[in-house]
Structures are given as C-alpha cells and as structure tokens.
C-alpha cells in the first residue's frame, strides 16, 4: 500500500530534550515536506525536500531541522524543543511533475512542557 | 497564489449531495483549483483539481464556472464518514527546483457535518 508513515504519533517531551520525528514513504517520491497545524493558523510548511541531499527552508523553520540521506525517509529533528513548538505536524511527498496531489502522513501531535 | 474565501462551516443530510462552494476572484489564467480534505486531525487527502473544465472522479465532482472566479465541490451522496473540514487552495503548477514547488497554503476551509 501506497502510504507516507510517521513515528512517533504521540510524544510529550520537555523543554531542551532533543527528538526527532521519523518520516518515511514508499512511493519512491522525490519531493517530501514537513507541516505543522496550529488552531487558527492552518498548515504552515517547515522545511521540505527536493530529492535527497537537497532541502530548503519552507515559512516557518526556526527551531527545526531536516535531512533527506535517503529517498525515502525525511526525519525532522527538534535540537531543543520549546513549549511554542507544540503542535500537530504532518509530514507529505509527491512525485515530480504531480505538485498538486500530496500524500501526507497521519500526524504526530507533539506536546512540549 | 490567489486568496480564497469559503463558508466556514455547512451541514448536510446524510445520502443527500453536498454542494461546496470556494470563491477565488484573483485567479490567474496558470492557477488551479484543488480541494483537499482533513478528517478529524488525520492527514490532509487530496481530492480533485481542474484548471477550467469540470472534473470528476470517484470522489467527487469539481464545477468550475467559466469565468473561473468561484467552484463548487460536490460529494453526490454524502456519508458521515465526509464529516470534515474541507480546503480549497488555488495555486500554479511550478517548476520542479522552484522555491514554491509542491508548498500548498491551506486556509481555515470549510467544516462540513453531514448529520443522519
């Protein structure tokens, strides 16, 4: 099954405690992304990918970091999560060509305190 | 890409069509309409899109109107399982490699409850 997965779903963490957020999807897309979903303020990209070894700054990345050394896989790491970066974040891919139909994954909600 | 503006909620009789409507009077002549979905917290799922022409698939139906400044999405037979927030988004195909490419900028969308 075509799928785009994230782990963990569910996270509580603390302020400072480094952690990543796993993505990864099977369609062999180049293109993957990072969203976060905020009351009132709808999706709001992070960062997103290219193709592997190629990302870029999406609206709002402060606090945030990626890698792409696969295809597959799009890992966002948070080196020193504050309380303002509890959030619901969705990661996507699409396939080159197709920019309008994004496969995004089922959410991480992650709280920090 | 161009702004638009949806009703912020809409109720629906289950097996009844929901008619949903977007109105995108800055529109560009290279700019798409895309509906896209989001059930309760889940990921967003895309939909349909059309330039100009109606489209449908198994889904639903997208009419554009000729002067492409508003469209209407339509669930021909609402479920419960529709019951979420709906998003219309305009934007242009882009360049693989540009800045933009792939961004898709959801606004507040429409929360479509179909009721029994």
């Known amino acids: 099954e075509a799928q785009v997965t994230q782990n963990p779903r569910y996270l509580i963490t603390v302020t400072g405690k480094k952690l990543t957020v796993t993505c990864s999807q099977n369609?062999?897309?180049?293109?993957m992304s990072w969203y976060r979903q905020d009351p009132g303020l709808g999706l709001r990209q992070i960062y997103y990918?290219?193709?592997?070894?190629?990302?870029d700054k999406g609206d709002v990345p402060e606090g945030y970091k990626v890698s792409r050394k696969e295809k597959r896989n799009f890992p966002l790491i948070l080196e020193s999560p504050s309380p303002n970066q509890t959030s619901l974040y969705f990661c996507a891919s699409n396939p080159p060509g197709q920019s309008y139909e994004q496969y995004f994954g089922p959410g991480t909600r992650l709280t920090v305190t | 890409d161009a702004k638009t503006t949806q009703p912020p909620s809409m109720d629906c009789a289950e097996g009844r069509a929901a008619n949903l409507p977007c109105n995108h009077s800055?529109?560009?002549?290279?700019?798409?309409v895309y509906w896209y979905r989001q059930i309760h917290s889940q990921g967003p799922q895309y939909i349909i899109h059309g330039l100009k022409n109606n489209e449908t698939n198994e889904m639903a139906s997208l009419i554009i109107t000729e002067d492409r400044k508003s469209s209407t999405l339509i669930l021909p037979h609402a479920t419960l399982r529709d019951t979420a927030v709906y998003y219309c988004?305009?934007?242009?195909?882009?360049?693989?490699?540009?800045?933009?490419?792939?961004?898709?900028?959801f606004g507040q969308g429409t929360i479509l409850t179909v009721h029994p």
């Open positions: 990918s290219m193709n592997v070894e190629v990302t």
């Open positions: 988004i305009v934007r242009a195909l882009s360049v693989a490699g540009g800045t933009s490419y792939g961004k898709l900028t």
């Open positions: 369609m062999n897309h180049e293109y």
């Open positions: 800055t529109i560009s002549g290279n700019e798409y």
